[in-house]
């Protein structure tokens, strides 16, 4: 990030002075007839925005040179950014490229027709910015200090792109990476360090699981979980602010001890209480029951010194019998809310605001080991420092009030048209453990890659990098661009975070949008395989969730257990995802 917004700033002044200067000297083509849209206008040889011969003529050069010989037409007011970009059709994202101008919603219809449909031959496409590109604009430093903390908020960087406040003044690209470096928290980074004596290698034994998704069963699986808890409780997760699920644990450990490793991410709307509040609590009911650490996140200032950038993200509990509860589900009340099957018309009015997740109870000893020495050496270490700073004198760090971004356009969706109960299945099988930032990356590497029929992702959102050192995690996206040239049934599934924008960074890597749908309020991280191999954790598709946050998740080899998935997967596909179209 550093480096990037220092490159920004050097860059700044440069291109602020080309762009000016072409203020002074660009042709300004007639606006549009009024009336006329962009996609009512027929462009010569292009049929459907796919012709080749356009595709190919027009390249990255020559739609950066029509922005800068055109500056003129790109100031209009209500204009927030211009950029180099792929054509957007009726049909999704092609590989055409054009000149991208997002605009005020309120602005659009007008710059539609002030606008040239196209400047010579390279097409001029006029789009609504998104709530996040508008909050950029408006207020950089606090767009990237949730950015920092919120990955799902983050708009991507493109590369030539210039940036306007609305007015048709152009914006210095150096205020944006100033921000870019004032949001970020100074402490020192220490290197992550794996559990010792701890085996990630696929377990081979017989394995007890309760296969279930939320709003569907997952408080009521949990609650399960938690009411038949009789040893000590070891627990690693993210978002811990729902008021049921606190309770549940309270009672769940009136005579046990509970150890509790917690990040503080950004609030959501929709929590009873914060992080610090559920803390407090634990420690006013368990006592010296009761061990808490904050996990060592760079965006959490409660943390001395950081190991993950941005999120310690797993959301995991072991019980003292051999019994795992893993999921993508926070246990907040998006994720896990208190929902009444009985009742289907408040079900379903609840069910339309809450998330989807997958979830896993596993009955198996040795996974249970496995995950309990993971979690019990990132609460050791986070114990260690900071015991460390209080002992060279660090005064305590007040919390930090991140603002509550307003999210509802992105998260309103519609309720299943069917609810999953529960299904508990004993198998023999082989299950893998997948960590991040241990072995996830090649794992899952090698699980695309066995793809040779179907190849199924629901996750929150799929954000290519393109940055140094991230490499093997947009080689993830580049194997499935290879599962659909060799003809694999290939289907993905993001949130509505997955916005256009990052659609179109994509399709830029090579997956088209035509197999790509959104779903308001997903939150799952899960993939299915050829029918016969189930991935359920927590890992979204961003470089640090792959490879450098702390998130957890395994690999289930069994046909009954992909099956449950895939068809929780496959309805959502065809009932609550819809296309990505213009």
């Not at 927030?80 to 009726?90: I, K, M, N």
């Not at 040779?452 to 799929?462: A, D, E, G, H, R």
Request: charged share 20%; glycine share 6%.
């Amino acid at each position: 990030r550093e480096s990037r917004a220092t490159a920004l700033a050097a860059a700044a002044p440069v291109r602020g002075q080309l762009f000016s200067a072409g203020l002074k000297s660009a042709p300004v083509a007639a606006p549009l007839p009024t009336g006329r849209r962009l996609h009512d206008i027929p462009v010569p040889g292009v049929s459907g925005g796919n012709s080749g011969d356009r595709r190919k003529s027009v390249t990255y050069e020559k739609v950066c040179s029509a922005i800068l010989t055109n500056a003129a037409a790109l100031t209009l007011p209500g204009i927030l950014s211009v950029r180099p970009g792929l054509h957007f059709g009726a049909e999704g994202f092609t590989n055409e490229r054009v000149v991208v101008v997002k605009g005020k919603p309120s602005a659009v219809d007008q710059l539609q027709r002030d606008i040239p449909v196209t400047f010579g031959d390279v097409r001029v496409e006029v789009r609504a910015a998104d709530p996040l590109e508008r909050f950029r604009v408006r207020n950089s430093a606090i767009y990237l200090q949730v950015a920092a903390a919120r990955h799902e908020l983050r708009a991507p960087v493109f590369d030539d792109a210039l940036y306007l406040d609305g007015s048709g003044t152009t914006v210095d690209d150096a205020t944006i990476a100033a921000a870019t470096l004032n949001a970020q928290i100074a402490k020192r980074q220490i290197s992550y360090s794996a559990p010792k004596h701890v085996s990630l290698e696929p377990i081979t034994d017989t394995f007890t699981l309760v296969l279930h998704v939320s709003p569907d069963a997952g408080w009521s699986e949990l609650s399960k979980f938690l009411q038949t808890n009789t040893g000590d409780l070891v627990v690693g997760m993210h978002d811990f602010t729902s008021g049921h699920v606190l309770e549940a644990v309270e009672s769940a450990t009136k005579s046990s001890k509970l150890m509790l490793t917690l990040d503080r991410p950004a609030p959501t709307p929709n929590a009873d209480q914060s992080t610090e509040a559920t803390r407090q609590a634990l420690v006013r009911t368990l006592g010296e029951r009761f061990s808490g650490s904050w996990a060592l996140t760079n965006a959490d200032p409660k943390a001395p010194v950081w190991i993950y950038p941005n999120a310690y993200h797993a959301k995991v509990a072991v019980r003292a019998d051999g019994e795992t509860w893993l999921s993508s589900g926070d246990w907040n009340n998006a994720s896990l809310p208190r929902i009444d099957l009985t009742d289907e018309a408040a079900a379903r009015t609840l069910a339309a605001t809450s998330d989807r997740d997958w979830h896993v109870v596993v009955g198996n000893k040795a996974l249970a080991d496995t995950f309990r020495a993971v979690l019990a050496h990132d609460h050791a270490v986070a114990g260690v420092e900071a015991n460390r700073a209080m002992a060279g004198g660090a005064a305590p760090v007040a919390p930090t009030v991140l603002p509550v971004v307003p999210t509802e356009s992105f998260t309103a969706g519609q309720p299943p048209r069917q609810f999953f109960a529960a299904q508990t299945i004993t198998v023999r099988t082989s299950v893998q453990p997948v960590l991040t930032p241990d072995n996830y990356q090649p794992m899952v590497q090698a699980l695309v890659e066995s793809a040779t029929v179907s190849f199924y992702l629901q996750t929150q959102y799929i954000h290519p990098s393109g940055k140094k050192h991230d490499e093997p995690f947009d080689a993830l996206i580049t194997a499935i661009a290879r599962l659909i040239h060799a003809g694999v049934d290939v289907r993905l599934i993001a949130s509505t975070f997955q916005t256009d924008d990052w659609v179109e960074k994509l399709v830029m890597r090579g997956v088209p949008s035509a197999v790509l749908r959104r779903q308001p309020g997903v939150h799952n991280n899960g993939i299915v395989v050829d029918h016969k191999r189930v991935l359920v954790g927590s890992h979204n598709w961003s470089a640090d969730g792959a490879l450098r946050n702390r998130d957890a998740g395994l690999i289930v080899h069994d046909e009954t257990a992909a099956g449950y998935f895939e068809r929780v997967f496959l309805h959502d596909w065809e009932h609550l995802a819809a296309p990505v179209v213009c």
